[in-house]
């Protein structure tokens, strides 16, 4: 396994929730996905990061400031309303950085809210 959770990864190809085909982007691996015979490869569940200013009033979208920790290229914010699974190994070009325990955890805690406030 070449990636591990908390990692910054750039992704070659991806399907936005409303199926749209989307490409090179960057995202934080929240989750690893392994089926116990390993048979398949392994699996990413991500969290999409965007630089997009109008998009961070938004309650879940947690900021994350670039540092040489993560290495953005700008100010951002993680979308923590839509986990992004089958992720592949192949789909990953490369690490760029990686979060810190803390943010991980408050990416995860905007994830729960939004879940609760949806029931």
Do not use: W
């Amino acid at each position: 396994m070449k990636y591990k959770i908390g990692d910054i990864v750039l992704i070659s190809n991806f399907k936005y929730p409303d199926g749209e085909s989307g490409s090179l982007h960057s995202f934080v691996i929240i989750d690893i996905e392994n089926d116990e015979l390993e048979i398949f490869p392994f699996e990413y569940l991500c969290f999409l990061i965007s630089s997009n200013k109008s998009k961070e009033r938004f309650s879940y979208n947690i900021p994350i400031k670039k540092d040489r920790i993560n290495r953005l290229k700008k100010d951002s914010h993680v979308k923590c309303n839509y986990i992004y699974d089958g992720i592949k190994e192949d789909d990953i070009i490369m690490v760029i950085g990686s979060v810190t325990k803390e943010q991980y955890d408050s990416f995860l805690s905007a994830y729960e809210d939004y879940m609760d406030k949806l029931e």
